[in-house]
C-alpha cells in the first residue's frame, strides 16, 4: 500500500518551487491574483525577505506542493491509499482528495498564515533524544504547565510550545545527556493552547466555504485516524491549537499494510522523519510492494533529497573551518545588531544548515549569514 505525504512550515526554502511555475502558468496566476503579489518571485527570490514569515511562509509551500502533486499526477503517477500532510500539509492533502479546490485551498490558508503570524508572547522549541512522555513528565515534574508539547514528530523527537519564559527555564532541563533542546524561530506558540483566538477566528472565516468530504482517505494529525464525513471542519480548525500527531499517523499507516511513503514537495522532511519512525518501529526493511510505479518527478525528488543533505553538510563542514566559536558575523534578512555565534555549525533534521547565536533565543541559517 501507498500513502502521499506534504510537508509544512519549516520546509520552505528560497528557490523552491524552480520550473513549476512556468510548467502551471495558469495556476501561477491564479495565485497571483488571489494573493496580490507574484508567487514566483516570492519562492524563487524572496526579493522582501519575507518567505520565512508565517503569513508568506503558508501559501508558499502550499502552492509549490499542489504543483508537485499535479505534476506527479500528470507523469503518470498513481493514486495512494492514504493522504497526510505535516500541519499545514494537510490542506495539500484534502485538495488532493477533492475536498476543495486549489483556489479555495489557497484562500483557507492565506487567512490560517495571517491569523497565526498574528499570534505573539509564546515560542516554540524541538527537543531531540527524548521520548514524548518523559518531556511531558519533565515539565509536569518542574511546574512548567504553560509549556505543551506541540509535533509529536518521532518517537524521540517532539516540539514543544507555550510561554516564552518557561521555554527559556526549560532550556537547562533539555540539554542534559544526549537530549538537544533546538529552539525555533517562530512569531506564536503554535499548535497549542495559546492559539485558540487564532482558532476560533479560522472557523469564523471556513463557514463560509463548502468543503466535501474526501475521495480517498485522509490521515488527520489532530487524531492520527482517518477523516470522518463529520469532521473535515472540526480537524483543520482544531489543528491550529491542537497537537500534530505525525509519529501515530504514520504508524497508523504502517499498521494498515503502507510500505511507501511518496513526499511530495520541495524538501524531504518528512521523508527524513519516516525513515526514523520506520527505523524506531523495526520495520526499515519491511520490504515493499512488488514493481513499485516510480515517476520522473520521483527519481528526481529522490536525487534532489541526496543532494540537499550533501549541501547542508558541506556547508557545515566549510563554516566551521573558516569560522571559530564566537565568530561576529551579520544577518543579510533582517537588521540585527551584530551577531557572535555561540556553537558551530550543525545540520538540523538532516537538511538544514545551521548556527546558534549568542542572546538570539534561536538558530540561524547559514544562507543568511555574511562576515561582519
Known amino acids: ?16 518551487g524552480e520550473t513549476l511555475f512556468d510548467e502551471y502558468p495558469d495556476l501561477t496566476k491564479i495565485a497571483d491574483d488571489i494573493l496580490g503579489y507574484s508567487i514566483k518571485a516570492l519562492c524563487l527570490q524572496d526579493p522582501n525577505k519575507e518567505l520565512n514569515k508565517t503569513q508568506f511562509t503558508q501559501v508558499a509551500i502550499y502552492v509549490v506542493n499542489a504543483l508537485s502533486y499535479y505534476k506527479y499526477i500528470d507523469e503518470g503517477g498513481e493514486q495512494p491509499d492514504f493522504f497526510a500532510g505535516h500541519s499545514l500539509g494537510e490542506f495539500n492533502a484534502l485538495l488532493a482528495a477533492g475536498s476543495f479546490s486549489f483556489e479555495t485551498g489557497l484562500r483557507l490558508v492565506k487567512k490560517r498564515g495571517e491569523l497565526m503570524s498574528q499570534a505573539a508572547g509564546g515560542g516554540m522549541a524541538a527537543i531531540l533524544n527524548i521520548e514524548k512522555e ?16 506541540a509535533n509529536h514528530n518521532t518517537l524521540t523527537q ?50 463560509d466555504f463548502q468543503l466535501s468530504v474526501p475521495k480517498i482517505p485522509i490521515i488527520a494529525n489532530v487524531s492520527a485516524r482517518q477523516y470522518q464525513q463529520d469532521n473535515v471542519v ?17 504508524k497508523y499507516m504502517i499498521d494498515q499494510g503502507v510500505t511507501d511513503f511518496i513526499e511530495l514537495g520541495h524538501n524531504p522532511v518528512l521523508t527524513n522523519i ?37 549541501a547542508a553538510r558541506d556547508k557545515v563542514a566549510q563554516w566551521n573551518n573558516s569560522h571559530a566559536v564566537g565568530a561576529v558575523v551579520k544577518s543579510t534578512l533582517a537588521s540585527y545588531d551584530e551577531l557572535t555565534t555561540r556553537t558551530p555549525a550543525v545540520v538540523l533534521f538532516g537538511h538544514r544548515a545551521v548556527v546558534y547565536m549568542q542572546g538570539y533565543n534561536g538558530y540561524f541559517s547559514l544562507d543568511e549569514l555574511m562576515a561582519s
Request: glycine share 6%.
Open 234 to 250: 472540526t480537524n483543520i480548525t482544531t489543528q491550529i491549537s491542537s497537537a500534530v500527531k505525525w509519529f501515530d499517523s504514520v
Open 274 to 310: 519516516i525513515g526514523k519512525i520506520k527505523r524506531e518501529l523495526g520495520v526499515e526493511n519491511k520490504p515493499a510492494p512488488a514493481k513499485p510505479h516510480v515517476t520522473p518527478l520521483q527519481n528526481v525528488a529522490i536525487e534532489k533529497r541526496a543532494d540537499v543533505a550533501k
Open 134 to 149: 518523559k518531556i511531558e513528565q519533565m515539565l509536569s515534574d518542574n511546574k512548567l504547565d504553560k509549556i505543551e508539547v
Open 158 to 207: 517532539s516540539v514543544i510550545s507555550g510561554d516564552t519564559k518557561q521555554l527559556a527555564q526549560a532550556q537547562t532541563l533539555f540539554e542534559t545527556g544526549n537530549a538537544m533542546y533546538v529552539p525555533l524561530n517562530t512569531s506564536g506558540a503554535f499548535h497549542s493552547r495559546f492559539m485558540v483566538d487564532a482558532q476560533q477566528a479560522f472557523t469564523n472565516y471556513v463557514a
Open 1 to 16: 500500500m501507498k500513502a502521499i505525504v506534504f510537508p509544512g512550515q519549516g520546509s520552505q526554502v528560497k528557490g523552491m
